[in-house]
């Protein structure tokens, strides 16, 4: 027998919100689930291990990516299935798995549809679903904060990144899988997990989220008008054609920069640091999607 679990992050919105969610899986028959709501995603990792330490095998997470990349730090490979609620500003797990911003529905898909095991990347020891990194993405991230990101959504990322267009490349050296790949100056590291980023946009055509494999992504751009081919080429879904864009995929990656700035996973940001570790773990954790995923 399933045991259900909800994660809730309070700040964060959807629908008729937590009544209407209790409301929905009573309906459903789960008239008593075990229940932890969190003001802010750093408090859901201990949430997350209480309910699976009291037997809870199917987590409901209410939140955005970043709170949904501390459940699943947490809980993979305890056998426990993540179902996304997307209450976030880019909800882009939820997007890539084509699970709809409406409660009914959602739920629907946490108890009745597929489960489908997807891989995690690993950047510092925190697992990651989506995609982390380092340079403008992170530098944007940062900036924007909850506040901004909260009451400007997108437009809170893009006004944030303008500030950073004109800063000057950072250098470094990335290797993939053993092996030198990049050596120079750079604007921005990217790691995903899938394809489809902010906006809707595509920047891996190639990612799947159960390959056992990441792909990254560099950008060499230094000035608005660069940047502004770079992203042109990135929203036609070629970004490779770009001459300020590398990508490419593997299963290790060591980025190494010449001066601390911070990195982002999920959407959320990290301390600065010199150095980025980054791995596989295939198959990491069981999310619940629906028949189009």
């Not at 955005?64 to 699943?72: T, V």
């Not at 997108?154 to 500030?163: D, F, I, P, V």
């Not at 601390?260 to 596989?280: A, F, H």
Request: proline letters at 4%; a positive charge.
């Amino acid at each position: 027998m399933t045991s259900v679990a909800v994660i809730a992050h309070t700040g964060k919105s959807l629908g008729g919100g937590l009544s209407r969610l209790r409301d929905v899986l009573s309906r459903e028959g789960v008239d008593d689930p075990l229940w932890h709501e969190v003001d802010g995603s750093k408090q859901a990792r201990k949430k997350v291990r209480r309910a699976l330490d009291d037997g809870a095998d199917l987590l409901f997470i209410w939140g955005g990516d970043g709170m949904l990349q501390r459940c699943i730090d947490a809980s993979a490979g305890s056998g426990a299935s993540i179902a996304i609620l997307p209450a976030g500003t880019a909800n882009l797990l939820a997007r890539n798995l084509h699970i709809p911003r409406d409660i009914d529905a959602a739920v629907r898909i946490g108890l009745h549809g597929d489960r489908r095991a997807l891989d995690a990347g690993v950047m510092n020891g925190e697992r990651f679903a989506v995609m982390g990194g380092v340079g403008l993405d992170a530098l944007m991230i940062r900036d924007a904060g909850s506040g901004l990101k909260d009451r400007l959504g997108q437009l809170g990322y893009l006004w944030s990144g303008a500030r950073h267009l004109r800063d000057e490349p950072v250098r470094m050296v990335v290797r993939v899988d053993g092996r030198t790949w990049f050596k120079g100056k750079a604007s921005c590291v990217l790691l995903g997990n899938v394809g489809t980023v902010r906006g809707g946009v595509t920047l891996f055509n190639d990612a799947r989220p159960n390959d056992g494999r990441l792909e990254i992504g560099l950008v060499t751009a230094r000035s608005p008008l660069e940047w502004g081919r770079t992203l042109g080429r990135t929203v036609i879904g070629d970004p490779e054609r770009s001459p300020f864009v590398r990508v490419t995929s593997g299963e290790s990656f060591d980025v190494r920069l010449d001066k601390k700035l911070p990195y982002e996973l999920d959407g959320g940001d990290r301390k600065p640091t010199k150095r980025l570790r980054v791995s596989v773990e295939p198959a990491a954790v069981s999310v619940c999607v629906g028949g189009d995923s």
